[in-house]
C-alpha cells in the first residue's frame, strides 16, 4: 500500500510532463487499430452540460489554489482538509501537483452495439431512423443490449430532430381544435 501511494504521488506530480510527451509508435498503432474496430465517436456534450463541467472545473482550480496558498504557509495537510471540507487525500494531491491536475478525458470505451454498428450504418442510410425498429430488427439478429443503447447511438446519428419528436409549443394543456379552452 505505501509503495501504491508513493507511485500515485509521484504521478500526480509529473501528471503534466507526462501528457506532454509523445505518444510512442506501438501506442498509435494500437490506438489506430482500436479506431478501425470501434469507429463510434464520442457524443458532444450539450451546451449545459459543457458549462457545468467548465464551473466544475473552476471549482477545483479554486480549491487548488487555496490549497497551495495554505500549504506554503505552513499548515499541515489534515488541518487544510477539514478547513476545506476536502478528504486529506485530495489535500495532499493538491499540494505536491507541480500543475493543476486536470482530470482525465473521457474515452471511447467497446460497447455491444459496435458489433452492430455496420448494420446500423447501413439501415440509416436506407432510410431507417428509428431507435424501437432498428432496436427490434438487431434483436433479431442476437443483440441482447437495451432500446437506450440503440437510441443513443441514433441520437448521436442525427442532424435534425426524429420526425416522431414533440415540437415546442405545438400544443398546449387542455386546447382544442378550435384554440378554445
Same mark, same amino acid.
Given at each position: 500500500?505505501?509503495?501504491?501511494?508513493?507511485?500515485?504521488?509521484?504521478?500526480?506530480?509529473?501528471?503534466?510532463?507526462?501528457?506532454?510527451?509523445?505518444?510512442?509508435?506501438?501506442?498509435?498503432? #494500437?490506438?489506430?487499430?482500436?479506431?478501425? +474496430?470501434?469507429?463510434?465517436?464520442?457524443?458532444?456534450?450539450?451546451?449545459? +452540460?459543457?458549462?457545468?463541467?467548465?464551473?466544475?472545473?473552476?471549482?477545483?482550480?479554486?480549491?487548488?489554489?487555496?490549497?497551495?496558498?495554505?500549504?506554503?504557509?505552513?499548515?499541515?495537510?489534515?488541518?487544510?482538509?477539514?478547513?476545506?471540507?476536502?478528504?486529506?487525500?485530495?489535500?495532499?494531491?493538491?499540494?505536491?501537483?507541480?500543475?493543476?491536475?486536470?482530470?482525465?478525458?473521457?474515452?471511447? /470505451?467497446?460497447?455491444?452495439?459496435? /458489433?452492430?454498428?455496420?448494420?446500423?450504418? +447501413?439501415?440509416?442510410?436506407? =432510410?431507417?431512423?428509428?431507435?424501437?425498429?432498428?432496436?427490434?430488427?438487431?434483436?433479431?439478429?442476437?443483440?441482447?443490449?437495451?432500446?437506450?443503447?440503440?437510441?443513443?447511438?441514433?441520437? #448521436? +446519428?442525427?442532424?435534425?430532430?426524429?420526425?416522431?419528436?414533440?415540437?415546442?409549443?405545438?400544443?398546449?394543456? =387542455?386546447?382544442?381544435? =378550435? =384554440?378554445?379552452?
Amino acid at each position: 500500500m505505501n509503495f501504491r501511494e508513493a507511485l500515485e504521488r509521484l504521478l500526480t506530480r509529473r501528471q503534466a510532463h507526462l501528457c506532454a510527451l509523445p505518444p510512442s509508435q506501438e501506442l498509435k498503432d #494500437h490506438l489506430a487499430q482500436r479506431q478501425q +474496430q470501434h469507429p463510434r465517436p464520442l457524443r458532444q456534450p450539450s451546451a449545459k +452540460q459543457a458549462a457545468t463541467g467548465q464551473a466544475g472545473r473552476a471549482r477545483r482550480y479554486a480549491g487548488y489554489e487555496q490549497v497551495r496558498a495554505l500549504h506554503q504557509i505552513g499548515l499541515p495537510l489534515t488541518q487544510i482538509a477539514k478547513r476545506l471540507g476536502i478528504s486529506w487525500t485530495t489535500a495532499r494531491n493538491f499540494a505536491y501537483a507541480d500543475t493543476f491536475p486536470e482530470r482525465a478525458a473521457t474515452k471511447a /470505451r467497446a460497447s455491444q452495439i459496435d /458489433r452492430y454498428v455496420a448494420y446500423h450504418d +447501413q439501415r440509416w442510410t436506407e =432510410g431507417c431512423t428509428s431507435a424501437s425498429q432498428l432496436w427490434r430488427e438487431v434483436q433479431e439478429r442476437g443483440y441482447t443490449g437495451t432500446r437506450k443503447q440503440v437510441a443513443r447511438w441514433a441520437e #448521436h +446519428q442525427r442532424t435534425k430532430p426524429a420526425a416522431t419528436a414533440p415540437t415546442k409549443g405545438a400544443m398546449t394543456r =387542455g386546447a382544442t381544435e =378550435g =384554440g378554445k379552452v
